[in-house]
Structure formats: C-alpha cells, structure tokens
C-alpha cells in the first residue's frame, strides 16, 4: 500500500525493478553481473525468477475462470449492430434469417446475441439440439408467425454441432426453413466484421482494470509465486491460478469431443433456468426517468412470468397510472420485439406513490395484483420505501415488492451497476472519440464535456478512464480553485511537449461554482498562446439510443431473476390457500443488486442506512476505487493504493465455476 508508481518510463526506477532494470542492460551491452554495469550478487539474486501473469482477450469469451474476456463485448456491439439493421429489413419484407455468428468451439456469443435481440431459436456447441430439432424448429416459427411476428430470426454458432457431433450449418438450416415452411430465408455470415471496430466502454475498462491488476501482481511476486490470470469475477478483478485455467479449459474441449455435453455446459458455468407454481398476478412497471435496457427487462419479466404460469399486468406511467389505474393485461407477443428498443414502451414518471396511497390500494385490490415489480431508478427506491412504510396504514400494499434498478446515472444503492448506464457510459465514449477527432487537424485544443449523473459521478469518471481524459471532476471528490489550477498547469506542460489534444469531463452537479462555463473559461484564459477550448454540454442524448449488448442481457437476466424471487416470496406469503397475500416482513420488499461477484436481493429498509439521500446517492461508491488509474493514465504522478486498485483476492479455487450463468 502506498507504492510510489514512476512518473514516466525515462524517469527514475522502481526500486523493485532496479535489479531487471541492470539485468536487461548487461544483457544489451554484452558485459557480466559484476563488469559494465556492475549488478551485485544481491541484485541478481532477486532477478533470478521470472513471473507469468496473464491477461485473456478473445473475443469467443472461451477462457474458463473469467466471466468476460477482453473483446468479447466489442464483439457484441459489432453482431447487435448488424442484427438490428437486419431486423428492420426482415419486418419489412416478412422474411427468415439465418445469422451465423463466430464461436468454433464456444456458443457465448451466439447465446447472448440471442438473448439481446428475442431469437426463436439459437444453436450452441456445448448444448446440441435433440434428434428431433428439425421438427421442433418449424413448429416453434410456425407459431411465431401464427402469433402476428413478421421475422423470424435463427442464430448459428459457427461451431454448432448436432448429439452426433454433425456440424448444422446456416445454409442446412436455410434449406429445411425453406422446403418444409417455404418461408423466405436468407443467411447472414458475419465473418470477421465481428473483430473490427472501435472497442467498447466496457472492453477500456475491463483493460485498463485488468493492466492495473497484472502490474500489481507482477511488483508483489516472489520465487514462490506461481504464473496467474488476472479475471473477472462479477465485478471484482481476481487473480487465478493460470495453469488450473488453462486445464478446466482443455476439459471443456475434452468433454465436447467425447460427447459430454451436460459436463461441458458444467464446466463453462452453472446455466440456470427453472420454472416454478404459478397462478399469480404479477404487476411490472418503470418509474423514473427512461433507460436503455428497460423495455429488455420488461420483457423478460413479462415471459418468464407466464412461463412460471403467472397472469402479467402492465401499469403505464408508473406510480401515477397506478394510482389512475392505467393497468392493462399484458401477452406474450405484446413484448417479443421490445429487447432492441430504447426508452419505455410502458411510459415512466417521477411520481412518488405517498400522495396516490388511498388510489393505488384501491388499484391493488381491483386489479387483484399479488405482487410488484418496479423498474427504474432512484425514485423506484424510495418508492418502494414508501409502499413500505405505507404497509402499516393500508393492508392492500402488503404484498412482495421487487426493485430492479434502471438509471443511466448508476446512482441506486444496494447495486454496483444499473441497467441503461453501460449504454450512456458508451454514447458519452464515443461522443468523445468523435469530438476528439473532429480536432484531428487542429494541434493544441482542448475539450471540456459536461456529463449528466446528477450529484454521482460514475459516467464522468468511467468515461473519462474508456476516452482517455485528462481529468474528471466529480461530487464525491471536492476539488478547489488550486486543483483546477494544478490541472490547467499539468495540461499545459503536456501541450508543450508531444500532446496535440486534451480532454476533461465535469459531471453536471460536481459543484455549484465551479460551473462547466466557469471551467471553460478558466482554460481559456490559462492556456493562451499554448491552447484553446471549446465545450460541450452532452444532455439528454445519453438516455436514448439502442441499449447495449450489455444492457440488454443485463435486463434480460435481471427479470428473469425478479420473477423467480417474487414467485417464491408470494408463495411464502399467501394465506387460507393462496386466496390472500400478507406480506408485511422486512425481507418482502427487497432490491435485486449486482454486488461484487453476483446477484442479490437486500431488504430495501436494511439500504435505507446506505444512502444519501440528500444528495442521491449510495454512501460508498465501488468505482471511486478506479479514480487513481484515471490519473495515472494522464500522467501525474500519484501514488497508488494496491487496495484500491481492483479489490484484491487472491482466490486458489480448484474448482472454476462462476457463480452466475
């Protein structure tokens, strides 16, 4: 802890590196340990060994012991951009597409592309489809298209194989479509497309955390030591035992060539999916202000709710049309093309429930509404807190109550992410990229971006570490007049050497005075003659747009999740055989989070502790732990915390399952 991090790779060396540092040089100019460079008996000593830590980037996500490897979400932005152009051509023709996807040996990216755009069917290498496949595939289109759908999409894992270890491909596929329903079908190859591009927020800074992570391992290691992989684990970034990787990930293969597929499916990670007693009436609604992703989660909601047997009712305009009684039944084909669309279909307001209680209880019981899900952002919290509170008054609002947090600001707490922040976190990404290159001709400018958040500042922060920012002023880490001085001479020296463009973010409420104006101008005035500026205030750009790969498969799980819970609670809760609901206990209204290494339901009052509310925000924040990396990547010199750096574990796990599919 505390270690000093060089400033620059011309200045002075680490301490630890000082003996290879010497080691490299005699090696270079041809002398010995004890000649040209004078390397003692100690120094060699201590750079006799030689450490191995290992980073994984594939874009297959094939490397057992990691829940992503580094290009894999790139990978799915390029696959879900091409699939939704393709999407509009097929509604618009009523057509059938084969999409085949990469993944020779692994079917993560087929599995997920699926799961983002609602395919009716998708072939993976560890899951072969039944004998009978062909017969299941044409009645499951069949209904589709009975059902009102006007497209129908298939997607292939380039390495899909049948129980007999015959490979299916697309245009094998094509041609059964085609002879037996006579739909129109066309086959769609990505190919290599799937590799190019510019990567994703997400891919910058799972690099930036992993590179962070595979030095601190590197500086810390010793004769005994063994070669490890830097992982992620949920949201934490974890060092394994490389060896122990690399054979789970030979056994994958190994199972796969012999036929056992369960033990391979095993291997890669634990995929659940159960359905459970229904009968119930689930409500689902959005409250607060629209996020990508949100129409996902609904969706899935919606249809693991009638799988589990459920009758499904959507509120419209949150809390008030609840209050109002905007509450319509809601089907299975209603949502089936809602997973690549942004905002709320079902509408969202800010409306908190305490003024409607009397309306909404009388709603509850008209509607027989059994249990709630609510998703959104900080409102559906505290309007859960008040439902919650509102219990004692009104026997109606007690029933389970389910928050699945839904904001581009990231700000909920009991959550290390929210669903729609990864897609406003990759539209301010690549805003920046383009404003940067709009100054590619132009040397010496500098760009001062405001960012929405609110009094949070996770998008200024995890933005400027994927764009590369000189800066990111933020709420929760005060900064005076000195430290905007501090940076505008930092930026300034940069100018004077081999940097043609500087970038800093400010989040929208970091701080009353200091104003995104205020700064501009403090930079203009300051680098005159060395640089100028020009600003942009980014607004509500960041809250539309197509959700992500990530977001959509984030909701995706999150309410298939919702649902199982609340099925359970409501059975737990239910009186005089089902006919009644009472549901009045601390652990019946909970929020489901991401909290390190996975998902969890927390009792909403127990989160009351957590927050600021005040100001909004969850009292501890993880990702200000990353603020040291943004400035050690723009070159101050600081010093770094090994603590802070990505949650340190050395874990020596034998067995390498994740704990989430």
Known sequence: PGRKMPPSPAGPQHTETLGVGKAIAVLTSGGDAQGKSGITAEEAQRSSHLNIVGMVGSIDNDFCGTDMTIGTDSALHRIMEIVDAITTTAQSHQRTFVLEVMGRHCGYLALITALACGADWVFIPESPPEDDWEEHLCRRLTETRDGGSRLNIIIVAEGAIDKHGKAITSDEIKALVVKRLGYDTRVTILGHVQRGGTPSAFDRILASRMGVEAVMALLEGTPETPACVVSLSGNQAVRLPLMECVQVTKDVTTAMNEGRFEDALKLRGRWVGSTGEGGYTVAVMNVGAPAAGMNAAVRSTVRIGLIHGHRMLAVHDGFEGLAFGMVEEIGWNTVGSWTGLGGSKLGTKRTLPKKHFEEISANISKFGIHGLIIIGGFEAFTGGLELVEGRARFEELCIPLCIVPATVSNNVPGSDFSIGADTALNTITTTCDLIKQSAAGTKRRVFIIETMGGFCGYLATMAGLAAGADAAYIFEEPFSSRDLQANVDHLTEKMKTTVKRGLV???????????????????????????????????????????????????????????????????????????????????????????????????????????????????????LKLRPILKILAKYNIELDTSETAHLEHLTRKVLVPEEP
């Not at 205020?518 to 959700?547: A, T, W």
């Not at 609670?569 to 601390?586: D, L, Q, V």
């Not at 600021?612 to 009292?619: A, L, V």
């Open 505 to 623: 973010l400010r989040n929208e409420r970091c701080n009353e005075n200091y104003t995104t104006d205020f700064i501009y101008n403090l930079y203009c005035e300051e680098g005159k003659g060395i640089f100028d500026c020009r600003k942009n205030v980014l607004g509500h750009m960041q809250q539309g747009g197509s959700p992500t790969p990530f977001d959509r498969n984030f909701g995706t799980k999150m309410g298939a999740k919702a649902v199982a819970w609340i099925t359970g609670k409501i059975k737990e809760c239910s009186r005089h055989g089902g006919c009644r609901i009472f549901a009045n206990t601390a652990d019946s209204a909970c929020l489901l989070g991401m909290r390190k290494r996975s998902l969890v339901f927390q009792p909403i009052a127990e989160l009351r502790q957590q927050t600021d509310f005040e100001h909004r925000i969850p009292k501890e924040q993880w990702w």
